[in-house]
């Protein structure tokens, strides 16, 4: 059994943040949370234990959308969306044919999130089945919680990243039947189709089918940009509209993640909200790539599922906590644009980045809160300046967290217990 003492934030379903100023978190030998609360309501023996004294408490964070292959074009290249995949992105994807290359950055980029304080991500790995392949061994190995795919394209893309459909799905089965579920559910398969600008519908339902019989994740890009709008048309003339795409191809569905969806009419809106799919914001990428402002308040008000996602190398956030900030900061614009009041605040973004995309992932019954039963996901800090534990409030804390990351350092991040902290300096 292991013991941190310290203060603990936890988030609730309810749009709740609960604190636990003077906290206990017990982890027990199966890397399960034995006790969360107060530590005086613990009834520890702190003979028998060796307490380890912290200054904060979390959950981990969850990245609901990123891009393994392209974190070293993070802040390259300008231009809008199509144009910066052609120049900047493709190419360094292309690079990822060669095996030793992937793996030694896979390696890299999973010490890049995880120091950041993320313990589960939702990742596009590069085109080819080996590479996404050898991103599953890297989070095997490193202990991280992971939904990972090959990204699917078949049409309308350079030759080295573009495979038959037949052959892509043959990859794909087979990485299913070696990878989801491993390590009793900590690993998973995500089906992947990139967007419908480089997937043939014949591949888009090929995907929905697996998504059903296998019960299985997909993830894919939706109304990102205006130019890609267009390219929609000319892809695959006559739908309604970019998400009947999908949704005529069997995708939209409550195992559905939606990156970006910037421009959606109410009547895809009504779609993405009914079929119980969740729409993932990508507040920096949006920002980096002049795509435009997500109406994150008005999706809330829907009632849509949202999560919130780092989306590398469009954004250029590491950190769960730089892109929920970033969250805010664009609700608060496009209120001010709309001379509105904005109705976003921390404690629901900090839900959004732990327990509401659990929910949304299925996992909430092992991880996104610090409950006794979960999986001990969480991390640890300590303040640089000693801080009044009995007077700070909820709030405070959380505007600390999220805009003064110089007054505190992330000393620890655990997934089922298991320091997973690799190379921390
Ligand atoms: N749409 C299709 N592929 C991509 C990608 O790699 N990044 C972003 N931001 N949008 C995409
Ligand atoms: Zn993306």
Redesign the pocket.
Known sequence: MKAYRGIILSGKSAGEVKIFRDGLLLVDGEGKIQFCGDFRKSGIDTKRYKIETVGLILPGFIDMHT?LP?FRAVGMGGGQ?LEW?VNH?FPLESNYSDNSYAQKESGIFFEKIIREGTTTAVI?SAPFERACDIAFQSAEKCGIRAFTGRTMMDINSPVDLMDKTDSILESVKSLISKWHGHDSGRLNYILTP??A??CSTSLMKKCAEISNSENIFVQT?LS?NRK?LELMKELHPGYKNYTDIYDKSGLIGDKTLL??GIYLSDEELKIIKDKGAAIVH?PA?NSY?SSGIMPLSDYINRKIKIGIGT?IA?GWNFSMLDEGREALESAKKLAAIKNIDNEINLRSIFNMITINAAETLGINNVTGSLENGKDADFLTADFSEKINAVKIDTDELLSLLFYRKQDYNITGIYVRGRNISIKMD
Do not use: T
Request: with cysteine.
């Open positions: 891009h392209q969306l995949l992105i596009y990139r967007f600008g480089s890009h990102e890609e990156a970006h990508c990428s790539l989306d469009g």
